[in-house]
């Protein structure tokens, strides 16, 4: 039955999963979906100025969807939520003083390339071993992969929705 | 498997530690990792998640001890027993990198027995002290290697393998047993006596390189199209820009649907007028363009779509807002119970399907 189908395909793929700490069980795809779908109506409910902006936020709603799902056991999702939520609070926002209890472990930085990139693109990579980061990729790379299709089957189903009004206004004979 | 109950976690108090290292007599002593000493652990006893920061427990070495194993010693001071006895507690040590969560694992079969020299006189010291300290010390060791500081202390006492549980993974008994147990693999193949000839860094290094492999093998398989490529560096660069590729995505599909303009095609909604209020409607989200514009919209429109697209098969979404429509046409949802009768009818479909 389209996306789901496709989506539990892949959760229950035969990928051996060499990470040791996997203990739950990747976050259903339904739970994404309602909670995706209730901020996107919420986003399109209200009124905005233009679709950049709504995109902009419809794209962060998805985002912390995404991370909500995930849970807090992962590093990627706690770092986006807390970006996203330092985003909504732009305004001057004074930098907590670092408690001098934390020590900040110094990670290895800028050996290699590629590894700087994946970083960069990982959400939270940069405060992360490599053997994590590369967990953590992956993790974020399945989540993506969800996030991707739902979006992909919501875009899908509106312009059927909306091909078939048009074709019904096309006849409107057949309806009434 | 043995489990420590949480409550235990005074584990400074239960650690009777008693490893007799037979090849302690080899020269090569000196480069012993921590990671290899332990062979085939059958219980483990270990701390809850919740103490990231508990004491580490000294490994002090009677040789020159490289950075794996150490880390300072609790309070009770230990009795280092000549003989090695069955039971001893293990904590192992996977990288001197990780996070401050130290697991006991205890090993019923006595196989390899370690002695280390515990630092008589951080027993006396408070474990606040000390765990600041041991961390200070674990730290320079870490970055400059040195051992001498455990060398050779006045009385070896008990000793321990630490493991060092990474910052977020899980330290119940049945990863520890696993990660062990991959350690295990990892290092010499099916010898359950670990020769302490190995050098500890080359080990510690070994095991790290398994480690970070089996997480590319992994990534391999998730991402498309990555399974020609064989180096390393091709793979993290698929990888980066499969990701990148994909937030591209992700960002184009918000846009998408942040252009969806509330249909404007009215006039194609039969009047069946469902007593829906024209109140604004949050949840009808499957629909929403049209409820939001239309607060009356047609039943059998919907359902001919649907009908239209359950063969297709094309999307879940379909399905569930004819259900959620039909619900919301025989009585009114309630505010509270939206949610749940759209969850409902979503898992509902799923099950079906």
């Given amino acids: 039955m389209g996306v789901i189908d496709i989506m539990d395909a892949k959760g229950t793929s035969s990928l051996g999963n060499p990470n040791p700490n996997i203990l739950t069980p990747h976050p259903s795809k339904s739970s994404v979906a309602i909670r995706f779908l209730r901020v996107l109506s919420l986003v399109r409910h209200t009124a905005s100025s233009s679709p950049s902006s709504r995109a902009c936020r419809i794209r962060r709603a998805a985002c912390s969807c995404m991370a ?24 001057p926002r004074r930098d907590l003083p670092r408690p001098a209890a934390i020590i900040r472990r110094r990670r290895p930085v800028g050996g290699d390339r590629l590894e700087v990139a994946l970083r960069r693109v990982v959400p939270g990579g940069a405060g992360m071993e490599y053997c994590r980061l590369l967990e953590e990729a992956a993790d974020y790379v399945k989540c993506l992969v969800m996030q991707v299709r739902l979006m992909q089957s919501i875009v899908d189903f509106e312009s059927h929705v909306h091909s078939v009004n048009k074709r019904s ?5 057949d309806r009434n | 498997m043995q489990q420590a109950p949480v409550s235990d976690l005074s584990v400074l108090e239960r650690q009777r530690l008693h490893f007799d290292w037979q090849q302690q007599e080899q020269p090569s002593r000196h480069s012993y990792d921590a990671d290899l000493c332990v062979r085939s652990l059958n219980s483990f006893t270990c701390f809850s998640n919740g103490l990231p920061d508990l004491a580490q427990y000294s490994m002090p070495v009677a040789s020159n001890f490289e950075e794996a194993g150490v880390a300072a010693s609790n309070c009770n001071p230990k009795r280092r027993k ?18 401050t969560a130290r697991i006991l694992l205890h090993d019923q079969e006595h196989l390899c027995s370690v002695i280390y020299q515990q630092d008589e006189s951080n027993c006396k010291r408070g474990k606040q002290e000390r765990r600041s300290e041991s961390r200070q010390q674990n730290n320079r060791k870490e970055a400059s290697g040195d051992t001498s500081s455990y060398k050779n202390e006045e009385h070896p006492k008990a000793d321990y393998i630490h493991v060092r549980a990474r910052r977020g993974q899980a330290t119940d008994s049945h990863s520890l047993a696993e990660r062990v147990r991959e350690l295990n693999s990892n290092s010499a193949p099916g010898a359950l006596q670990f020769s302490c000839a190995f050098s500890s860094s080359l080990n510690f290094y070994q095991v790290r390189r ?18 020609k490529i064989t180096g390393k560096a091709g793979m993290l660069d698929e990888i980066i820009n499969y990701v990148q590729s994909l937030q591209r995505q992700v960002e184009f599909l918000s846009m998408k649907l942040a252009a969806v303009n509330p249909l404007a095609a009215d006039n194609n909604f039969s009047n069946c007028s469902m007593g829906i209020s024209s109140e604004p409607m949050e949840q009808p989200f499957l629909h929403f363009n049209s409820l939001q514009a239309h607060p009356c ?3 059998d429109m919907y359902m001919d779509s649907s009908s239209d697209l359950v063969p297709d098969g094309s999307s879940f979404v379909s399905c569930s807002a004819l259900n959620y429509v039909a619900e919301l046409v025989r009585g009114r949802i309630p505010a509270g119970e939206r949610d749940s009768s759209l969850s ?4 509902s479909r799923e099950s079906l399907a």
């Fill in chain 1, 169 to 173: 206004e096309i006849d409107p004979g």
């Fill in chain 2, 297 to 299: 919209s047609g039943l």
């Fill in chain 2, 210 to 227: 398994e480690r970070i492999s089996q997480r590319m093998k992994y990534l391999q398989e998730l991402v498309p199209g990555c399974s």
């Fill in chain 2, 344 to 347: 409902i009818s979503i898992i």
């Fill in chain 1, 68 to 91: 909500y799902s995930a849970g807090p056991r992962r590093a990627w999702s706690r770092a986006l939520l807390r970006k996203l939520v330092r985003r909504r609070r732009k305004p």
């Fill in chain 2, 82 to 99: 000549a003989e090695s006895s069955p039971k001893s507690k293990v904590i192992i040590n996977n990288s001197p990198k990780t996070e």
